[in-house]
């Protein structure tokens, strides 16, 4: 309608999309997710010092402190269904100024407990922070389900950040 004032209808609003923050530290992926408008279902974090910091900047986020029992933790409620996880794992293990131990290290081996809730929880999207270390430790064998790693996740695809 040139000149005019052209009336649309408006579109139904969609539900935010929601996330599960795990090794949520002090919610560096939190707070821009929800300034996108996306809704945090859960925290997971093991430091008490941040969990303060989060229970203080996010009051209504339900909270759990460790990882590996995280699986039994989201079960024990109703909970709502997750679009993307969240995660910066522990990088110790594969920092180059590290040991180099790999996903077989005792704090970057959590990797795999990450894994685990992420096979139960079953988000649409996944989005890991970690060091480059993590595709070069052991030539990136412990992510590719390379000798030693039966059973455990592969990942595909890489989007790497600059």
Do not use: K
């Not at 699986?71 to 990088?91: S, Y």
Request: aromatic share 6%.
């Amino acid at each position: 309608m040139p000149g005019g004032v052209r009336h649309l209808t408006p579109s139904p609003r969609r539900p935010p999309l929601r996330f599960l923050s795990l090794f949520a530290g002090v919610g560096g992926f939190d707070l821009p997710l929800i300034r996108l408008g996306m809704e945090c279902v859960g925290q997971v974090e093991l430091d008490p010092g941040c969990r303060s910091v989060l229970a203080r900047h996010f009051p209504e986020v339900p909270r759990h402190d460790d990882i590996r029992t995280t699986t039994g933790w989201w079960h024990t409620r109703g909970r709502p269904a997750v679009d993307l996880a969240c995660a910066g794992f522990p990088c110790q293990d594969l920092s180059v100024a590290g040991r180099r131990a790999g996903l077989a290290g005792a704090r970057s081996g959590l990797f795999f407990d990450l894994a685990g809730v992420l096979d139960a929880v079953s988000p649409g999207w996944v989005l890991l922070e970690n060091v480059p270390g993590l595709l070069s430790s052991n030539r990136g064998a412990g992510l590719r389900g390379g000798p030693g790693n039966a059973g455990r996740p592969r990942v595909r695809r890489f989007l790497a950040g600059a």
